[in-house]
C-alpha cells in the first residue's frame, strides 16, 4: 500500500514554506482560533479595522438581535471597489492585477492603473448611459474575460447589486434569475472561444429576454466578433460607449451591510435561491482566506482556474485576490485544450505560485495527461488547492507527487456559496494535511460537526457539519424570501436548543479530530464540483408532455464525481416507442430549461416508480439501484414493493 492510500499518513508542511508564512504552525493556529473564542467580536473587530479601509468606521462590530439576520460592523462605511483597487494604486499601480489568458492563447496583462481605469469608465457608463443605481439588479451574463471582472466592481463601485449567471445556463434558466432578481440591465458579450471555435452568448440573452421582461438595456462586450441581432434602444455596444466615459465615478458610500451581490445556486426545490452576500463582512473574509489559505505574497502569481459565474470565480478570482492586491491569472479556455498540458504550460509561462482547482478537472487532467506535467517547469508552485466536491485519494496522490513534486501543500478547502469563503481548510504553512481532508475550522470560524441531538459527533461517526456562530461572510439572506433563508440554513439543527447554520453536508471527525467532508445530506448533488438540484433537473425533464414521472438521483461518476441518474416514467397510452428518440427529445428539454450542465449520464424508463403509501418516492432506494447495491433496506412500507426488483432487473439488462 503506498503511503497516500494509507489514511494515517501525515503530511507534514514544507520547512522552508513554513518560515514565511503567514500561519507557521499548529500553535499560531491554535492561538487565533483561542483568540477568537476568548473575544469573538474582539477578534473580528480588529481584523475588520486592519484589513479594510473605512471611509466611516464602524461602531457596533457584530448586531446578533435578529439572529439568524446578523449584521457586521454596524454603522461603518466603504466601497468594495476601493477595497479590490484605489487603495493599492500608491504601492502597486504598475502591478499586474488581472493576467488574461484566452483560449486562443492571446495574452493581456492589466495592471491595477488600467484596472482603475476600466472599471471607472465602466461604473460611468452604468450610471450616466443606463441610469444604475445604488440598489438596482444587473445581471452578468459572460464569458472569462476581463471585462466581466471590471463589470462586477463598476457594479461595486456604484453600489448596484450584480447576480452573475454562469455561461452554461440556458435561456430559461438566465430568465428565471432575471425575474427573480427584477434586474434592469444585463452585461454580456457576443461570445467567446472555446476549443478554438466561437460560441455565441448574445442569442441566449435576446431569447431570455423575449416577452414581458423587466430588462431595460443590454450591454454588449465584444469578444469574438461574430454576427449578432441587435435591438434598438436595448443594446448598446461596450466598445463604442467605453470609449466616451470619464475615467474617473466617485465610489458610491456604502454601508457594511449593503448588498454587494446575488449568486443563485440550487436548493432542494425546483428554484434556485438567490444567495445575497453584503459589503463589508464579505469582502474583510475573501482577503483573510486569501492571505491564510493561499498565503499568497507580493511578487507571486495566483491561478483560480474558476468561473467567474460560480462562487469560486466571485471570491477567489476577483475579489479575494484584488482585495490583498494580488496578481490573480484569469483564463477564458478549457484544461484540456490544446491538450492535457495546457494548464502546466502556463504555471511554466507565468511562474503560477498557487495553482486551484476542482477535483472534477484534476481527474481529468491525470486521465488524459498523467505524465503531462513532468514536461513543464512546475518549479514555482507552492500552495495546490482544491474545491466543491471530496477529492479521491488517487487524484489527490497524482496532484501532491506528479503536479506538487511532493512539496507543495495542498488545501483541500471546504465551503459553499452561503458560507462566501472558506470555513474548514488546510493552512499551507501550518496544518500537517492527511489526503482528501478537509482538516481543520479556520481560525475565527466555529465548525463543528454535530450528531442530530446537536452534541458534537464522535469520532467517526457521521453528523452535520454546522457552523455555530454567525460569521462576517455568511450568507445574508434569500433574495426576495425570508422564509427560504431561515428554513434552508437554520431549521434542522440546533446546539443548546439554538438553530445553527447548517450547510447541508456530511462530516465526520477522525481520531485526531480532522473533519472529513462526506458528502450532501439532502437531495442536492454534486456534479463536475457544481451544485445540481434533483428538483430543478426533475422538474425540467417534467416539462416534456410524454412525461408522467420522473426521479432524479446522484450516482457516482469517473470524472464528474457525482452524475445525474433519472428514473422516468412515461405517460401510459403513449408508452417508450423509441427509446433513443425519447432520450433525445428529454435531452432537448434539459438543454431549453437548464443547460447542457443538467444533461443526464443515465435515463432509465420504468413503468412506476418506488412510492410510500403517502405517495413519496424513495429516493434512497433508487440510489442504491443505481449504484448496483443490493437493496438491504425494508420496502415492505412501499405502496408497491415488486416495483424495485422490476427496476433492477432493468437496470441488470
Ligand atoms: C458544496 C457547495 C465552494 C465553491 C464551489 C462549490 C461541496 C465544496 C468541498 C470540499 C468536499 C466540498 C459541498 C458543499 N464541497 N468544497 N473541499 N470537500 N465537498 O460551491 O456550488 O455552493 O457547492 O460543494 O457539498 O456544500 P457550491
Wanted: charged content about 25%; hydrophobic content about 40%; proline content about 5%.
Amino acid at each position: 500500500m503506498s503511503q497516500i492510500e494509507n489514511k494515517k499518513q501525515v503530511f507534514k508542511p514544507n520547512r522552508e514554506f513554513a518560515k514565511d508564512a503567514r500561519i507557521k504552525n499548529m500553535c499560531e493556529y491554535q492561538a487565533l482560533q483561542d483568540a477568537a473564542n476568548e473575544d469573538y467580536e474582539g477578534f473580528w473587530g480588529g481584523y475588520a479595522k486592519e484589513k479594510l479601509e473605512w471611509m466611516e468606521p464602524f461602531t457596533d462590530v457584530m448586531d446578533n438581535k435578529n439572529f439568524p439576520f446578523v449584521n457586521w460592523f454596524v454603522g461603518g462605511k466603504l466601497n468594495v471597489s476601493v477595497q479590490c483597487i484605489d487603495r493599492h494604486l500608491s504601492s502597486r499601480k504598475n502591478k499586474a492585477a488581472i493576467i488574461f489568458e484566452g483560449d486562443r492563447g492571446d495574452k493581456k496583462i492589466i495592471t491595477y492603473l488600467e484596472l482603475y481605469y476600466n472599471v471607472n469608465q465602466f461604473a460611468n457608463l452604468l450610471k450616466n448611459e443606463f441610469g444604475v443605481k445604488k440598489g438596482d439588479r444587473v445581471i452578468i451574463y459572460m464569458p472569462m474575460i476581463p471585462e466581466a471582472a471590471y463589470a462586477m466592481l463598476a457594479c461595486a463601485r456604484i453600489g448596484a447589486i450584480h447576480s452573475i449567471v454562469f455561461g452554461g445556463f440556458s435561456a430559461e434558466a438566465l430568465k428565471d434569475r432575471i425575474e427573480d432578481a427584477d434586474a434592469k440591465v444585463v452585461i454580456t458579450a457576443d461570445g467567446a472561444f472555446r476549443k478554438d471555435k466561437p460560441y455565441m452568448l448574445k442569442p441566449v440573452v435576446d431569447e431570455a429576454l423575449s416577452g414581458n421582461t423587466p430588462v431595460e438595456k443590454v450591454l454588449v462586450v465584444e469578444r469574438n466578433g461574430e454576427d449578432i441581432t441587435w435591438v434598438a434602444g436595448r443594446d448598446y455596444s461596450y466598445n463604442e460607449l467605453i470609449k466616451h466615459q470619464n475615467t474617473k465615478c466617485e465610489p458610491e458610500v456604502m454601508e457594511s451591510e449593503d448588498p454587494l451581490f446575488l449568486l443563485y445556486t440550487s436548493g432542494s426545490t425546483g428554484k434556485p435561491k438567490g444567495v445575497q452576500h453584503n459589503s463589508a463582512g464579505y469582502i474583510l473574509w475573501a482577503q483573510m482566506t486569501m492571505e491564510w489559505v493561499f498565503d499568497v505574497k507580493e511578487n507571486d502569481t495566483y491561478w483560480c482556474t474558476a468561473d467567474v459565474g460560480w462562487i469560486t470565480g466571485h471570491t477567489y478570482i476577483v475579489y479575494g485576490p484584488l482585495a490583498m492586491g494580488a496578481t490573480t491569472v484569469m483564463f477564458e479556455g478549457v484544461p484540456t485544450y490544446p491538450d492535457a498540458g495546457r494548464p502546466w504550460k502556463m504555471v511554466e509561462e507565468y511562474k503560477i505560485n498557487q495553482f486551484y482547482t476542482a477535483p472534477t478537472a484534476i481527474r481529468v487532467l491525470h486521465k488524459m495527461g498523467e505524465n503531462e506535467p513532468a514536461k513543464y517547469d512546475l518549479s514555482s508552485l507552492k500552495v495546490l488547492g482544491t474545491v466543491g466536491e471530496p477529492i479521491d485519494p488517487p487524484a489527490w496522490k497524482w496532484y501532491y507527487e506528479a503536479v506538487g513534486s511532493s512539496k507543495c501543500a495542498i488545501v483541500d478547502t471546504y465551503w459553499q456559496t452561503e458560507t462566501g469563503g472558506h470555513i474548514v481548510s488546510p493552512l499551507p504553512g501550518a496544518t500537517p494535511i492527511k489526503p482528501a481532508c478537509a482538516t481543520f475550522p479556520l481560525p475565527g470560524i466555529m465548525a463543528e460537526i454535530l450528531d442530530e441531538h446537536g452534541n458534537r459527533a464522535e469520532v467517526g461517526e457521521k453528523g452535520f457539519m454546522c457552523v455555530t456562530r454567525p460569521w462576517p461572510s455568511m450568507i445574508r439572506g434569500v433574495w426576495g424570501d425570508k422564509d427560504r433563508f431561515v428554513k434552508s440554513y437554520f431549521g434542522d439543527v440546533k446546539k443548546d436548543g439554538l438553530p445553527v447554520y447548517f450547510t447541508g453536508d456530511g462530516a465526520m471527525y477522525d481520531e485526531d479530530g480532522y473533519i472529513t467532508i462526506t458528502g450532501r445530506t439532502d437531495d442536492v448533488i454534486n456534479v463536475s464540483g457544481h451544485r445540481m438540484g434533483t428538483a430543478e433537473v426533475e422538474a425540467a425533464i417534467k416539462k416534456h408532455p410524454n412525461v408522467a414521472e420522473v426521479a432524479v438521483v446522484g450516482k457516482p461518476h469517473e470524472i464528474k464525481g457525482e452524475g445525474i441518474f433519472a428514473y422516468i416514467v412515461l405517460k401510459s397510452d403513449k408508452g417508450v416507442a423509441d427509446e433513443v428518440e425519447e432520450v433525445k427529445a428529454i435531452n432537448k428539454v434539459i438543454l431549453k430549461e437548464i443547460g447542457a450542465i443538467a444533461l443526464c449520464d443515465d435515463m432509465l424508463f420504468t413503468p412506476g416508480l418506488p412510492k410510500t403509501r403517502s405517495g413519496k418516492i424513495m429516493r434512497r432506494i433508487l440510489r442504491s439501484i443505481a449504484k448496483g447495491e443490493e437493496i438491504t433496506q425494508d420496502i415492505s412500507t412501499l405502496e408497491d414493493p415488486s416495483i424495485v426488483q422490476i427496476i433492477a432487473n432493468m437496470l441488470k439488462k
